[in-house]
């Protein structure tokens, strides 16, 4: 797996390299950023299945295709114009099967969208929330991914989206009672049955996710 620009600190390398280690023994994570200091600084931290390096959308891996490229805020400071040629060259570097996973989040993670791409091309939108003081689910406006953030607007599928989703989460305002959790898969549930292609089951939705294929949401 590769963490794709990890930042000023490796940290989001680190934890996957953590998590996915257990599950997976023999997971292998890169992390890759394009500044060369960053890469210094990260280096004490690699560790037998955890390595860093320097590159950018080419994915260095030494001729090897990666599984999974994840790329987190990474296309957020380049326009809307440059992202179809940034996730071919992204898909390029995946094996068949692999996936590409390109979103946006805040600062701490708690709020986040991404597109996953397979070789096929773009496959499906997720929004994944931390539901304990949600305010609405719209807020995700802020966070989409470069494709989507400047097509909230009328007459967009994310748009209706977003637009329904609040609106569900709204309706369901009693569920609060039993938890936020609750509140979010009634309104998820309702959101399903008004029409939306959502994907997935209530074990995926408990986590405070959203899925639906990426023509539902795709710019007009």
Request: net charge negative; proline share 6%.
């Amino acid at each position: 797996m590769v963490d794709l620009g990890f930042g000023a600190a490796p940290w989001t390398a680190v934890e996957l390299a953590d998590r996915l280690g257990r599950v997976r023994s023999d997971v292998r994570v890169v992390g890759v950023e394009i500044d060369p200091a960053r890469v210094e600084v990260a280096a004490p931290f690699a560790r037998d299945g955890l390595t860093f390096r320097t590159g950018g959308f080419e994915v260095p891996l030494d001729g090897a295709d990666a599984t999974v490229i994840r790329a987190m805020n990474v296309l957020r400071q380049y326009d809307e114009s440059e992202v179809p040629e940034v996730w071919a060259r992204l898909v390029s570097r995946i094996e068949p099967g692999g996936i590409v996973i390109d979103g946006t989040s805040n600062e701490v993670g708690r709020i986040a969208s991404w597109v996953t791409l397979t070789t096929d091309g773009p496959s499906t939108f997720t929004i994944s929330l931390r539901l304990a003081d949600l305010e609405r689910p719209g807020i995700v406006e802020e966070r989409l991914p470069k494709a989507l953030i400047h097509r909230n607007t009328p007459g967009e599928r994310i748009h209706a989206l977003l637009g329904e989703l609040d609106r569900q989460w709204s309706y369901s305002a009693g569920f609060s009672a039993f938890g936020e959790q609750q509140r979010w898969l009634q309104t998820v549930s309702a959101l399903k049955t008004s029409g939306w292609p959502v994907t997935g089951d209530r074990r995926r939705w408990r986590l405070g996710e959203l899925t639906v294929p990426w023509a539902s949401v795709a710019p007009a």
